[in-house]
């Protein structure tokens, strides 16, 4: 069947190719006709509108008026030049030096005269040496010089006169000229407006004539190729009986369909990385920013937040007692006397930073101060319980009664804890924030007290932060996983450093730990690690008594498998997006 095919398909071939070209041939020669048609038709518009319009071209396509012009100008040039040179010889003349000019040097008569003339004078300035000027003798001589003097200025003043004329002639020259080219001018602008219809003409003439000739050498080239039947294909080798399946090879289509698939997922990866400009692990932070990682804290849920600070035990607490750590080691004398909080963006966590930091800090035995410095949106207030009727921006502004100024610094259930809240919100957070006041404050506060930790509003868009920050000795900046921007966090850092404040390091927030575990080096962060010896449920899960849940979820080895399966699909997920 395969070589019957191949046959059939060399005679059909051969047949249409046959066909074809007298077709070809036929419709090229329909062409030909109306081309021919067509170019007569636009030669004979050309001739008749160029006999009408009185246009004449040269053989190089120029038109006898601008041949008559180029011709005009070059004349005119030399007119120009006769005129001056002309001219220059008249100003001499005029200048009384007309006897000192080429044509008067260059005339032998002239030159004969002199020359006696010359002589004459030389006898007469001789004799009167010896005779008196009235001897008859001395009077021939003088009128003889007189005559010669005469001839002698009447053949300058013929040449000088004829040089005036040739000038005034050379000015009549220039002068008919110059008319003559100005109404060749005129002419040419007359003959351009006609030209522009004349060239429209002779562009169709002159496509008509290209076409007409292309469509000749078609038609040639299709009736030899109609005479010539010859094979546009041939049997190579005759086909064979395979012995085995040729096509679907399920091999190669899985290897083909794997390949895709790796390369569509790193694509997918690597647009994923580009379009993800969040920081998503501790190293991220350290070679953007160039700060000590003093701290990772994990992600816990915003409605078992408050349960996992109270939970000593609880992963969250212990990380923060980790960051109160390294702030301890942090300078060459310890923990900074104050401490600055504060973030890049909004929600970050640097309000719950303060808090829990105040809290470890005062487990030390140390008499900590947590100042509100968000006046803005303060939040410390509501994370212990207090209210926010004055605080802060009242004692900036001498709103606060002398009465109430012993209570404006809250003691809280926590030990060696005070709180000052922010107070009544003010129009103008930034100009007290920057007074000599919150200066005075400080320093005084700081006599009474052995840490203050002050919570600072979010850096960005704002100039609280970095006002603050030349107020505390050290500066320490809360970075959030996966929300806040690399550029943001860098813009923040700059502002920072720019107002002169001492950033000591970074907390992170936010980080989620169970993504994370496969990595040898965050494997200590397992919740796990924190619950040995205890029996309280894990703050990665639901704080609750297991009520209502089948036999099987009370189950701890249960809860550990659903945790890790958990944990693979997000660390799956995380390496995905932080591929580099």
Do not use: C
Not at 365 to 380: E, F, I, S
């Amino acid at each position: 069947m395969a070589n019957q095919v191949a046959q059939s398909f060399i005679d059909q071939r051969l047949d249409q190719t046959s066909e074809t070209s007298d077709l070809a041939r036929q419709f090229i020669q329909e062409q030909v006709l109306q081309v021919k048609q067509k170019l007569q038709t636009s030669e004979e518009e050309l001739v008749t509108y160029a006999k009408d319009a009185g246009i004449t071209v040269t053989g190089d396509d120029k038109s006898l008026i601008g041949s008559n012009i180029e011709a005009l100008n070059t004349a005119l040039a030399t007119a120009i030049q006769e005129r001056l040179d002309a001219g220059r010889v008249v100003d001499q003349i005029e200048k009384g030096r007309g006897s000192s000019l080429g044509p008067v040097l260059e005339s032998e008569g002239l030159q004969k005269l002199s020359e006696k003339l010359a002589d004459l004078s030389s006898q007469y300035q001789q004799k009167l040496g010896i005779l008196k000027p009235g001897f008859p003798e001395m009077q021939q001589l003088q009128s003889q010089i007189k005559e010669l003097q005469r001839l002698y200025d009447n053949g300058v003043l013929a040449i000088t006169d004829s040089l005036r004329l040739k000038y005034q002639e050379a000015q009549s020259k220039e002068a008919d000229l110059k008319s003559k080219l100005a109404e060749m001018e005129r002419q040419q602008a007359v003959f351009n407006d006609k030209n522009i219809k004349y060239t429209i003409l002779k562009r169709e003439v002159d496509s008509n004539r290209s076409q007409y000739d292309s469509l000749i050498t078609k038609r040639n080239e299709v009736g030899v190729s109609s005479e010539l039947k010859t094979q546009s294909a041939a049997i190579v080798d005759f086909a064979s009986l395979p012995v085995a399946p040729y096509s679907p090879r399920l091999s190669i289509n899985l290897a083909i369909a794997l390949a895709l698939f790796m390369a569509l997922t790193a694509s997918i990866i690597y647009i994923i990385e580009l379009l993800n400009n969040t920081f998503t692990n501790p190293e991220q932070v350290e070679k953007e920013l160039r700060l000590a990682m003093l701290g990772i804290l994990p992600l816990v849920d915003d409605r078992e937040l408050i349960a996992s600070i109270a939970d000593q035990k609880s992963g969250l607490s212990e990380a923060y007692r980790s960051l109160r750590t390294s702030l301890q080691f942090s300078g060459a004398e310890g923990a900074p006397r104050s401490l600055l909080v504060t973030s890049s963006e909004p929600s970050e966590g640097k309000s719950t930073t303060s808090f829990k930091l105040g809290q470890d800090f005062a487990a030390l035995g140390a008499r900590v101060l947590l100042v509100d410095g968000d006046l803005r949106k303060p939040n410390l207030h509501r994370l212990f319980g207090l209210d926010n009727a004055i605080g802060l921006s009242n004692l900036l502004t001498n709103t606060v009664r002398k009465d109430d100024l012993a209570g404006i610094f809250r003691t809280t259930k926590y030990p060696n804890v005070t709180v000052l809240t922010s107070g009544t919100i003010p129009p103008n957070p930034a100009d007290l924030l920057s007074s000599q006041k919150m200066a005075l404050i400080l320093t005084n506060l700081g006599k009474r007290f052995d840490l203050i930790i002050i919570d600072a509003p979010p850096v960005v868009g704002l100039s609280d932060g970095p006002i603050l920050s030349r107020l505390a000795e050290g500066t320490l900046m809360v970075v959030s996983t996966n929300q806040v921007t690399r550029k943001s966090a860098k813009t923040a850092l700059k502002r920072l450093r720019a107002a002169g404040a001492n950033v000591i390091g970074v907390a992170m927030s936010k980080f989620a730990v169970n993504k994370f575990d496969y990595n040898y080096a965050y494997k200590y962060m397992n919740y796990q690690y924190y619950d040995y010896g205890a029996s309280t449920p894990k703050i990665e899960g639901k704080v609750d008594d297991g009520a209502g849940q089948p036999a099987h979820a009370k189950s701890p080895a249960f809860r550990r498998l659903v945790r890790r399966l958990r944990s693979g699909v997000g660390g799956f997920v995380d390496r995905a997006k932080s591929a580099p």
